[in-house]
């Protein structure tokens, strides 16, 4: 069984940046696609990035396109997300996950597998 841990959320002005690691405790983990997700408070849990195993192909979702990036090294085991321009709408827990083999870059959280616990992000206006 794999673990994940997110690392990286806080506070954060409107218009700044960050970035989040997500750290798998199994080495396997460099063989699995991943993503990020997010949720904020009352809202469902909805698709942010994903990436596959090697880093050659991404997948974004359009609210987040051109403002963020995902990103592995898997000498790490670690998956990122750069997010620049941030905006009060990006106010979230921000989750990875490991994609399912098999499946192709996936927006659709069925999926993913494995899930870190998150790490919050709060973007202040």
């Known amino acids: 069984q794999v673990h994940l841990l997110e690392s990286g959320g806080g506070l954060v002005q409107a218009g700044g940046s960050q970035r989040l690691s997500c750290v798998a405790s199994?080495?396997?983990?460099?063989?699995?696609?991943a993503g990020w997700f997010r949720q904020a408070p009352g809202k469902e849990r909805e698709f942010v990035a994903a990436?596959?195993?090697?880093?050659?192909?991404?997948l974004y979702a359009a609210s987040v396109e051109g403002r963020f990036t995902i990103s592995r090294d898997n000498s790490k085991n670690t998956v990122y997300l750069q997010m620049n321009s941030l905006e009060a709408e990006d106010t979230a827990l921000y989750s990875c996950?490991?994609?399912?083999?098999?499946?192709?870059?996936?927006?659709?959280?069925?999926?993913?597998?494995?899930w870190g616990q998150g790490t919050q992000v709060t973007v202040s206006s």
């Open positions: 990436i596959s195993w090697n880093g050659d192909s991404t």
């Open positions: 199994e080495r396997t983990f460099i063989q699995y696609g």
């Open positions: 996950a490991r994609k399912q083999v098999g499946i192709p870059l996936s927006a659709n959280r069925y999926d993913y597998d494995y």
